[in-house]
Structures are given as C-alpha cells and as structure tokens.
C-alpha cells in the first residue's frame, strides 16, 4: 500500500474562544498523520467562520481545499463539528470529497470515511453534533433571559425613547428612559389615548420637530411601532423582537415564574392595563377603512428614501404616475425610474443573500463618563487604605491619589454622552427576507441593514430590460462584508 497523502483541515468560529485554537488543532492533525506515516500536502484554516451560520461549501478555505491541485485521498480534521454542525451538511461535504477519492478522518472523532463501517458510524455521530448545535442555541437564549431578569440589554433595537446606560450595579448595559425623548413618546400616548389618528400624531411630531432616529420625517408606521412597543407599560420584550412579533402581543415577552410579564416601573410611561386598552382601541380602528384614502398607498414605501438621483444628487421621492406602478421622480433633473422594486430586491438577495445580517446597535457610551464606575471603585478602596494606614507618608500619599482621581471624577462627570454604534450578528440576509413575508415595514428594516442608498442613473426612455434597469442602479452598501461584532455583552 503505498503513502496515503493527507491535507489538513481546520476552523475556529469567532465566538468559540473555549474551542482549541487553530496551533493545536493543526498540530493534532499533523501527529496523527505521523503516526500513520502520512504526508500532509497541504493545510487549509478557515479563522472566524461559525458553522452553524456557514455549510461547508460557504467557507472559503474548504472550497479551496475542494479545488486544491494537490492530490490526497484524505482531509484531517480535528473533530467533526469543525467540518459540519449539520447531518446534511457534512454529508454533502463528503460526496464533494468522494467525487476527488478524498474521505474525511478526524482525530478526536471516530471518524473515517475511508471505510464503509467508518461511513456508518460518522453518519450518527453527526446526528449528534447537530443535536449539540441546537442545544448550544437552547442556552444562549437561557442566558439572555438570565440578564434581561437582571435588567440588563441583550442587543437589539433599543426602542425611540429609552436609552442603553452602563449598568449602575455591575457588569454590562441597562436600559432608561431617555429624557430628552420620552416626552415626545408621552406625547404620542396622550394624544392617542384621547382618540386622535395616529396620522394627527405624525403631524404632532414633525411639526414640533421631534428628533427622530433617521434624520427623517416621522412616518406611521414609526409611531405605530412605538405606541404598540410593551416597554411603554415597563414590559421587557427579547429586542430581537420585530415590530410583526409585537403586533402578536404577548409574544416575546420576559415573563416571570408565574407566567405574567415582568414589569419594571421606573421604565414605565403607563399602567400595564391602559396601555393594552390603548391597544384595543387602535386594533378597533385599525382595520385599514379609517386611514384616508389618499395616506393609504403611503404606508408601504419599500424604497422611500433610499432613491437618490446620480445626476444631482438628490433624494428622489414617489411619484403616483401610471396608476399602482411604484415610481420614483427626481426633483431637479425630473428623471424617474418605475416598476424596478423586485429587480432591486433580486439584486439585494443576490449580493447579500448569504452574507450575515450584521444590524446597526446603538449604544450609548459615555466618553469620560465610562470610567466613573472604575473611578468610584478606586475611590473607595483607597479611602478604606486611607482609614486603615497608620504611616503617616503612606496617608499623604493616599490622599494625594485620592484628590487626584477627585479630579478626574468631575471631569469625568462633565463629559456628554457619546453614542456609538455596535453591529449585532443577526443571522443571514435571506433568512431574514423570508421570515419577514409580506410584511414591508419588516421588509424595509431588512434593506437597511444593508443599503445605505440606490443612485439612479439617467436612462433610456421605453421599456426596459431588468439588466437595463440594473445598469442604471448603483448600490451603497451599509456595513462591511468583513465587519464583525465590535463587542459582546
Ligand atoms: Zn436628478
């Protein structure tokens, strides 16, 4: 029999800091091909890549092991969970190997696909690797519930009128009501309370100038999210929560051991029962006959404001011309572009479909202010050294450091909140598309996670062809493809 020869295979996921790192994954591969006297061609690592959220095919090191030049007639890996979490997954991985002659062995795994009772037993131990996959997703989602008990924020949208604060009792974020724009939320429940359309409230707001989160100008759906938001009545929801969940009340909701909301009263801006009467209310009104027929065909602009003119370099707006056709008119130069709503979505999902959703977080971070926890901290320890110190230079000494940190506390104290931005892994694009059906607004929230805008060339007057309208659309993305969480919780 001669040498088999052998390529290495080995993965690290970015947030598996447990898992045993690429050096000695790698370096277990190449023992174990010594100890068989094989050679080792060659070595693939794919860094930073999860499994779960990427087959095989997707990772780019394994696919430039498929398409290797060097001849082998086995891949090393570590352990199976490194190749596949998924039955179906490592499967498909091995008929692409079996199709080079290549099978898998792992060294920590009873793994060999070189052999047809190997094969056998590699199928079930994959079963349970994808079992453990889904366990590990089962705590993750424990461990949220944990810190949101805590009080504390897992990620997500925090909604218009609280804030993220660093937690005043320990590790990680809090959230608080923002009080430059909880009046503006206060105002929104009043007026509705008191039976005003929500139209009237989008008025309201955008004549008294209320910030909001984009830049621009209020819409219904906007203020119909954050009337129906649970954290109005101090319910926690999971902020992964999409605005179609929460329309499904109850659902997502933290919940105490009997089964009722948790409520927290210093985020509250209303009772529990007059909010979900609020909600009745508006559900009664809702039915789509009380709108005004002309507001009606604004309520799912799926583009609005992402449009912008490549000639001028203007804000394109909808125009109502040629009846339902969705169409977009640039102000200065007039050009307009219609019917191109689904090429855009297809070049989307085509372009973005497999990457991950990463979805904008903000935060607030104080500059300074971010290290009064530490200040106070060390205050407190140096006043107890300070106390306890008979030396008479030791005591001078600590409250020269202690006026010091004084110093920088009220400096500290003086600085303005910054916010910044954190991206949140929020799976892939397509699943995202999917799972958000017909519904525009959830549609919407997809496209902005990754477009920043759509420039519009001049084109052509006449039908078109999809590739002509593509050629006249150039796409901003929002976030690098390459852009990973920036930080944890
Ligand atoms: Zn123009």
Redesign the pocket.
């Known amino acids: 029999m001669s040498t088999r020869r052998a390529v290495i295979y080995a993965r690290l996921s970015i947030s598996s800091e447990k898992s045993v790192s690429i050096e000695r994954q790698v370096e277990a591969c190449e023992a174990y091909a010594d100890s068989r006297g094989w050679t080792v061609v060659r070595t693939f690592v794919d860094d930073g890549v999860s499994a779960s959220k990427n087959k095989p095919e997707d990772r780019p090191q394994w696919s430039e092991l498929l398409a290797a030049p060097e001849k082998y007639d086995t891949v090393i890996i570590w352990k199976l969970d490194r190749l596949a979490r998924r039955t179906m997954d490592f499967l498909r991985a091995h008929e692409t190997l079996q199709a080079r002659n290549a099978g898998v062995v792992a060294v920590e795994d009873p793994v060999d696909m070189t052999t047809a009772q190997g094969r056998m037993f590699t199928t079930v131990l994959a079963s349970f690797a994808e079992m453990e996959a889904e366990s590990i997703g089962a705590r993750v989602k424990d461990a949220q519930v944990k810190l949101l008990r805590s009080g504390r924020v897992v990620g997500g949208a925090v909604p218009y009128g609280w804030q993220t604060i660093p937690n005043p009792n320990g590790a990680g974020f809090v959230l608080a009501q923002d009080p430059d724009r909880i009046p503006f939320v206060r105002g929104m429940v009043e007026r509705v309370q008191r039976g005003n359309s929500i139209y009237s409230v989008v008025q309201w707001l955008n004549e008294e100038g209320a910030p909001t989160r984009s830049g621009r100008p209020w819409a219904y759906s906007t203020v119909e999210g954050i009337i129906r938001h649970p954290l109005l009545a101090g319910m926690i929801a999971f902020n992964r929560g999409s605005a179609t969940k929460l329309k499904r009340r109850g659902d997502g909701l933290l919940r105490g051991d009997d089964g009722l909301p948790v409520v927290d009263g210093s985020l509250a801006i209303m009772p529990v029962a007059d909010w979900r009467a609020m909600l009745t209310r508006l559900d009664d009104k809702d039915s789509g006959h009380s709108k005004p027929r002309a507001l009606r065909s604004e309520t799912s602009p799926l583009l609005s404001g992402l449009m912008w ?1 490549g ?2 370099g ?1 804000r394109m707006y909808r125009c109502a011309e040629g009846g339902k056709r969705h169409g977009y008119r ?1 102000p ?4 307009t572009i219609t019917s191109f709503e689904p090429i855009v979505v297809a070049e989307f999902l085509r372009q973005k479909g497999e990457r991950v959703r990463w979805t904008r977080v903000e935060q607030v971070v104080e500059g300074g202010a971010a290290l009064l926890p530490e200040i106070e901290h060390r205050l407190t320890e140096l006043t107890a050294a300070l106390q306890d110190t008979d030396d008479d230079d030791r005591a001078a000494q600590l409250a020269e450091e202690i006026g010091r940190l004084r110093a920088s506390r009220r400096k500290a104290r003086e600085e303005t909140p910054n916010v910044s931005i954190r991206y949140d892994d929020a799976g892939w694009f397509e699943d995202a598309w999917e799972e958000a059906g017909e519904d525009v607004e959830e549609q919407r929230a997809v496209l902005d996670d990754g477009l920043e805008r759509i420039w519009v060339r001049r084109g052509g007057t006449g039908r078109r062809t999809e590739a002509q309208v593509l050629a006249r659309l150039t796409f901003d993305w929002k976030v690098p493809e390459d852009l990973g969480p920036v930080a944890n919780h």
Do not use: A, I
């Not at 200065?332 to 050009?335: A, E, G, L, R, V």
């Open positions: 003119c000639e001028d203007v640039c200065k130069c007039d050009q």
